[in-house]
């Protein structure tokens, strides 16, 4: 008789726990099912859209800008502009409304004439053509290196120091001074 109070016992002891796992699977499964409910429709929650994104620093300061990059008249579209510690314009990755796309790279301030900072541009234009230009301290182009209307890639280097100007490109088809216009 023992053994028979022992093995219901258990028996018992069996069946509580299997009642106790049951109660916890139902109401895991509740709560992951309202949970579900809950949440939107996976791609309708990855999309986000935004006209302008910026990001700013611990002090407040625009460090990345996300958009339309200057207001009208600019001809540089919408884009990714870093600024420095200092607010100023360092890197700029643009699209133009016209089918110019660029990526800018500037000088901080003070390190020449600041009506231009920009020192490297690369760009790729609405006719296919593409071109790198450096530009020194004074604005003016210093060299570039680009592709004309027939497919051929120009080295040039300019001199707007000298009177006249003094400009030299060299390609395939060997070396040519321009002269510029007047």
Do not use: H
Not at 75 to 93: K, P, Q, S, Y
Request: aromatic fraction near 4%.
């Amino acid at each position: 008789m023992e053994a028979e109070l022992v093995r219901l016992q258990k028996r018992i002891e069996r069946l509580e726990a299997s009642g106790r796992r049951l109660r916890v699977s139902v109401l895991v499964a509740v709560l992951l099912a309202v949970g579900w409910a809950a949440v939107p429709d996976a791609q309708q929650s990855t999309v986000m859209r935004v006209r302008s994104l910026i990001v700013e620093d611990a002090q407040g300061r625009t460090r990345l800008q996300l958009g339309p990059l200057d207001p009208p008249p600019s001809t540089r579209g919408t884009g990714l502009r870093i600024n420095d510690a200092a607010g100023a314009e360092r890197i700029a990755l643009y699209l133009s409304d016209a089918g110019n796309a660029g990526i800018g790279l500037d000088a901080p301030p003070g390190t020449g004439d600041d009506r231009n900072r920009e020192r490297i541009n690369i760009t790729a234009d609405e006719k296919g053509g593409a071109g790198i230009r450096f530009l020194d301290r004074r604005t003016s182009v210093a060299a570039r290196m680009y592709l004309d209307d027939q497919n051929r890639v120009w080295m040039q280097f300019s001199d707007f120091s000298q009177t006249p100007a003094s400009i030299r490109r060299y390609g395939l088809s060997g070396e040519e001074i321009l002269r510029p216009p007047k």
